[in-house]
């Protein structure tokens, strides 16, 4: 795990060596451990290092004849590539998955990136070809973020870097913020900055450094279709078998390694199989505010049925004051929902015990998690008994098969209300498009031009193309699908950003390729059945955690008393940044509208979170005519 920056010439000219080394100097936070950089006419590649395997001789840039190579996460496959290489006839000189790269290529040119199972992003530098390779691990755990200025193309592994070079203009991207302002989060290969974009998870990106050309492939989608041909029995088996090998594989490491555990039902899943191999310890975080902000009770239960220790933390309303503009500055782009800042502080915690740790994250885009999931089918279900369909709601789910389900809706009452209010029985793509809507109300609080902006329909568009994309052959399918694809990143953007800010490792043994590749290919109603959340998922590692776990309810994911913070001892600091005179200059939002919401902001709601996160974004990036670290 670490941070690299590159540059890339296309006029032939030095790169000054400050310059790439200054790119990696604004990533020290993801790679306290070392420092190299590599210099030649047209290109420059700069690698911060976080040593986790082969802490002696994994230095980098790592360079093996004529391709040398910087880069960021882990192959967890690497011990058995290496064994293939090695009896190919291939020679090593390190015992870092790094140098597995190096010969890989060799062996097999750039598709070899078919053969990686693993979270990485690397810029891959071969001088006979003269082209710089670039790519992103299949679900995008690790980020790598690109922008052009004339003649010269920057790689980084966080947005900041670039303020390290004296071209770079940051600027809005207006149309990105209204994907914000909906979702939370900024789709595609889009960013909040003009210009500055990432390279799209699974994706490859070849440059050509004499020329300047670029070429982009994607190597890798998961295939969803019906295979008929394994009984469920055989399903849970081979399910188990991955789960229990992801985690095995993850837990490679020459360093301490721990687990972040909620007492959801992934993240418990996780530490249960990881505990199985030896001594562990966990992390867990809690706010004093009442059962609804607290899932420690469960967190418990899991440490003891698995015999690990478990540490606690009570992030406070003084904290989030204070670190909130860090965040900001570590987040690079606004965050998705306040959970970053509990995730921020347990991070924190585990990071002055272990050096990497193991998380839940993908469960949910896997195993179909989401209670909107269950909410979409019960409107399909509704649909296809009044107007008798022959709908995929009549072989997927059934309105009876589902009522033993629909408690799990009992909290999404409100959401329930929201969603059929208007709108019942429109097309698929129109109704998942307003589950996901986290605007609620957001539209109201803008200025009358980014109003009329916000309603010209690209939002919806730009979502739609993504929602019905081909080999999607149900409502399951593509929801799971555009998850997967699109609000999956932007939740594994939180994931790299907080545990990267302390130097800690974060692997997410769930996001492993063959366990999507077998969940996609399988017909809905194998995953879905009677809608119950998780289905194939229970079936196949319920055993593992206590019962209580198994047939929880409530789905908490980090809730965050913040409705009661703006109201409360938190209000002077929101107020200042919210109603201050800069805010109002910007033009962006009405001031008596958002006063009006300070007053009446509603439990759970994301409208204050996303106001406060765009303001503070603007302050750190944009009104500041240079970036430095923060602590």
């Keep these: 795990m670490c941070g690299l920056a590159g540059i890339l010439r296309f006029d032939g000219r030095e790169v000054?060596?400050?310059?790439?080394?200054?790119?990696?100097?604004?990533?020290?936070?993801?790679?306290?451990?070392?420092?190299?950089?590599?210099?030649?006419?047209?290109?420059a590649l700069a690698h911060q290092r976080l040593a986790i395997i082969d802490l002696e001789t994994g230095q980098q840039p790592m360079t093996a004849g004529p391709v040398s190579v910087v880069f960021n996460?882990?192959?967890?496959?690497?011990?058995?590539?290496?064994?293939?290489?090695?009896?190919?006839?291939?020679?090593?000189?390190?015992?870092?998955?790094?140098?597995?790269?190096?010969?890989?290529?060799?062996?097999?040119?750039?598709?070899?990136?078919?053969k990686l199972n693993g979270m990485f992003a690397f810029l891959l530098y071969d001088r006979d070809r003269q082209v710089v390779l670039a790519a992103r691990d299949h679900f995008g755990i690790k980020p790598l973020y690109v922008t052009r200025r004339g003649d010269e193309m920057l790689f980084a592994s966080e947005i900041k870097a670039f303020w390290r070079h004296p071209e770079f203009r940051p600027a809005l991207n207006r149309p990105a913020l209204h994907d914000y302002l909906t979702f939370q989060w900024v789709g595609g290969d889009e960013t909040l900055f003009e210009g500055v974009k990432k390279v799209p998870p699974a994706h490859c990106m070849e440059v050509n450094l004499q020329s300047g050309a670029t070429r982009i492939w994607q190597y890798w989608s998961p295939r969803f279709g019906c295979d008929t041909s394994r009984t469920e029995d055989d399903i849970v088996r081979e399910t188990r078998e991955l789960l229990e090998d992801a985690v095995r594989l993850q837990l490679r490491s020459d360093v301490p390694v721990g687990a972040y555990l909620s007492g959801g039902l992934d993240s418990s899943i996780v530490t249960s199989l990881a505990a199985r191999h030896g001594p562990l310890v966990a992390f867990t975080g809690r706010f004093p505010d009442g059962p609804a902000f607290d899932e420690s009770p469960y967190a418990r239960e899991v440490a003891k049925a698995s015999g690990i220790a478990l540490h606690?933390?009570?992030?406070?309303?003084?904290?989030?004051?204070?670190?909130?503009?860090?965040?900001?500055?570590?987040?690079?782009?606004?965050?998705?929902?306040?959970?970053?800042?509990?995730?921020?502080?347990?991070?924190?915690?585990?990071?002055?015990?272990?050096?990497?740790?193991?998380?839940?994250?993908?469960?949910?885009?896997?195993?179909?998690?989401?209670?909107?999931?269950?909410?979409?089918?019960?409107?399909?279900?509704?649909?296809?008994?009044?107007?008798?369909?022959?709908?995929?709601?009549?072989?997927?789910?059934?309105?009876?098969?589902?009522?033993?389900?629909l408690p799990a809706m009992r909290e999404?009452?409100?959401?329930?209300?929201?969603?059929?209010?208007?709108?019942?029985?429109?097309?698929?793509?129109?109704?998942?498009?307003?589950?996901?809507?986290?605007?609620?109300?957001?539209?109201?609080?803008?200025?009358?031009?980014?109003?009329?902006?916000?309603?010209?329909?690209?939002?919806?568009?730009?979502?739609?193309?993504?929602?019905?994309?081909?080999?999607?052959?149900?409502?399951?399918?593509?929801?799971?699908?555009?998850?997967?694809?699109?609000?999956?990143?932007?939740?594994?953007?939180?994931?790299?950003?907080?545990?990267?800010?302390?130097?800690?490792?974060?692997?997410?043994?769930?996001?492993?390729?063959?366990?999507?590749?077998?969940?996609?290919?399988?017909?809905?109603?194998?995953?879905?059945?009677?809608?119950?959340?998780?289905?194939?998922?229970?079936?196949?590692?319920?055993?593992?955690?206590?019962?209580?776990?198994l047939q929880r309810k409530d789905k908490m994911g980090f809730p965050v008393p913040l409705h009661r913070w703006v109201q409360g001892a938190s209000r002077d600091f929101v107020h200042d940044l919210l109603l201050s005179e800069r805010a109002r200059t910007r033009g962006l939002f009405d001031a008596t509208q958002v006063e009006r919401l300070l007053s009446t902001e509603t439990p759970f709601s994301r409208r204050v979170w996303g106001l406060l996160n765009i303001e503070l974004w603007h302050r750190v990036f944009l009104d500041s005519p240079s970036i430095s670290p923060l602590s």
């Design 16 to 43: 000054p060596r400050e310059l790439a080394m200054g790119m990696a100097d604004a990533l020290r936070h993801r790679g306290p451990d070392g420092s190299g950089v590599l210099c030649e006419p047209g290109i």
């Design 312 to 405: 606690e933390v009570v992030p406070s309303e003084d904290e989030f004051v204070s670190l909130l503009p860090a965040l900001i500055h570590h987040m690079d782009e606004p965050a998705a929902g306040p959970g970053v800042f509990p995730q921020f502080v347990v991070s924190r915690l585990a990071s002055q015990h272990v050096k990497v740790v193991l998380g839940g994250q993908g469960g949910d885009e896997i195993f179909g998690g989401y209670v909107r999931y269950l909410i979409a089918y019960l409107e399909q279900a509704l649909k296809g008994a009044i107007f008798e369909t022959n709908e995929e709601s009549q072989h997927i789910v059934s309105l009876a098969s589902m009522v033993r389900n």
């Design 412 to 549: 999404y009452a409100p959401a329930l209300r929201s969603f059929w209010q208007d709108g019942l029985f429109d097309d698929m793509d129109r109704r998942y498009f307003r589950l996901l809507d986290r605007s609620g109300g957001m539209h109201e609080l803008l200025s009358p031009d980014m109003r009329a902006d916000a309603c010209d329909g690209r939002v919806f568009e730009r979502f739609a193309r993504q929602f019905n994309a081909p080999d999607t052959p149900s409502y399951y399918n593509k929801m799971t699908h555009f998850d997967l694809s699109t609000s999956l990143p932007a939740l594994l953007q939180v994931e790299d950003r907080v545990s990267m800010a302390h130097g800690l490792e974060s692997r997410v043994p769930l996001l492993d390729h063959r366990l999507v590749d077998l969940v996609a290919s399988l017909p809905a109603r194998r995953k879905f059945a009677g809608g119950e959340l998780k289905y194939l998922l229970k079936r196949a590692a319920g055993d593992v955690v206590p019962e209580r776990i």
């Design 73 to 114: 996460g882990e192959i967890y496959n690497y011990v058995e590539l290496r064994n293939e290489l090695r009896a190919a006839g291939h020679h090593f000189h390190t015992t870092s998955d790094t140098e597995v790269l190096l010969q890989l290529y060799f062996a097999c040119g750039p598709s070899f990136v078919r």
